[in-house]
């Protein structure tokens, strides 16, 4: 079938995207579902930061890619050997497909699933196959889902089965932004109740970060950013303290206002300069966990000693070491409560032809997710 599809070719395009138009809006060939895949409907797609750096080439991928990963949507068509979907069911879909027999997914780690990482930097589904294609010429997957198409075949493994009764906009923003926020609060962490937090990068992952501490039952909750907007919007969803981090003396600041730093602490914009200032507020005894995605080439550094004097722990956390089956519909079941308002970490919808625009709004980083309604 045709589909319309958000691809790029060129990776590193010169900002305003407005202007350079890295992505292009494509008409690409859409091969049928084959065995244990999926053909979808996308109903809504959330620009991530993810993109945005295959876009900006600080994460290389092999192109030309299809673009997009945090969707929802409605199952169109399965492939042979799937029997647990069926043509109208909604579904959320997942970045690293969980092949559930690698060893890190029998230990149940599915973020860390080899076959699904070997894929996704191929640009392949986790079976190794290639669905899009233009004038002969294949178009890569981005990470297994490329939710920036009308339709997109899926392999089953990355796809989460959901309820009916929530709109795909706001199930949209389960596929990364939650389950990696709140996940890395509630399982990479683990946060005891009345523990002190502190967040560093308000995007769509750290503002979920954020009101999973809230839900989890933080004391204390310490939001960092360069942008005062993103600043204002952690105050409404339950931050306690906020400090911006183009002031060189943040790290003093935070830890002179927390009496020695915080329990806990939430890197998430993948940048050298918020891991330093997120180390830096951790205090003595604490952990400090990143989510984010830097170039590979890009080194942080430490004073070694502190490790072990201050028995601290630094962690990383992938998809918020999420077993996305269990969590996805948990956290469903919690924002239907009112417990994690993810709705309000919308800052605009646009239309698939508008994406460029919506890359360059994403990128000045006043905007925490930015959603392609279909």
């Not at 990355?158 to 926020?181: N, R, W, Y």
């Not at 952990?287 to 962690?315: D, I, M, N, W």
Request: net charge negative; hydrophobic share 40%.
């Amino acid at each position: 079938m045709k589909v319309k599809s958000a691809v790029l070719r060129v990776s590193g395009a010169s900002a305003p995207y407005a202007e350079s138009k890295p992505i292009k809006i494509e008409t690409l060939e859409l091969d049928s579902p084959e065995r244990g895949e999926v053909l979808i409907q996308i109903k809504a797609a959330s620009l991530c930061h993810s993109d945005l750096s295959v876009i900006n080439g600080s994460r290389p991928r092999p192109l030309p890619m299809a673009l997009g990963h945090e969707a929802s949507g409605v199952v169109v068509e399965v492939g042979e050997g799937v029997n647990d979907l069926e043509p109208g069911d909604h579904i959320v879909c997942v970045f690293v497909p969980s092949c559930g027999h690698c060893v890190p997914c029998k230990e149940g780690r599915p973020a860390l699933c080899e076959p699904g990482a070997e894929a996704n930097t191929a640009g392949t589904l986790i079976g190794g196959g290639i669905r899009l294609h233009t004038n002969d010429e294949d178009v890569n997957h981005h990470v297994g889902v490329s939710a920036f198409s009308e339709y997109a075949v899926v392999s089953r493994n990355s796809l989460i089965k959901v309820a009916k009764d929530i709109p795909f906009e706001k199930l949209a923003l389960f596929g990364c932004a939650v389950i990696t926020g709140v996940g890395a609060v509630v399982n990479t962490a683990d946060i005891k109740l009345g523990s002190t937090v502190a967040v560093v990068g308000l995007g769509g992952v750290g503002l979920s970060a954020l009101i999973g501490s809230v839900s989890a039952g933080a004391s204390r909750i310490v939001a960092v950013d360069i942008s005062e907007t993103k600043l204002k919007q952690a105050k409404e969803l339950g931050a306690t303290d906020t400090f911006n981090s183009k002031d060189p003396d943040v790290v003093k600041l935070i830890r002179e206002a927390t009496g020695g730093g915080l329990d806990y602490v939430f890197e998430t914009a993948g940048v050298v300069p918020a891991m330093e200032v997120a180390y830096g507020i951790t205090k003595r005894g604490g952990t400090t966990v990143t989510t984010g995605l830097p170039h590979p080439q890009h080194h942080f550094s430490f004073p070694y000693v502190g490790l072990t004097a201050e028995e601290r722990t630094l962690k990383g956390s992938y998809v918020g070491s999420c077993v996305p089956d269990r969590d996805i519909p948990n956290f469903i079941d919690l924002f239907k409560l009112g417990r994690l308002p993810v709705d309000k970490l919308v800052a605009d919808v646009i239309s698939l032809d508008e994406i460029n625009e919506g890359f360059d709004k994403l990128a000045k980083g006043d905007s925490s997710r930015i959603l392609i309604k279909f």
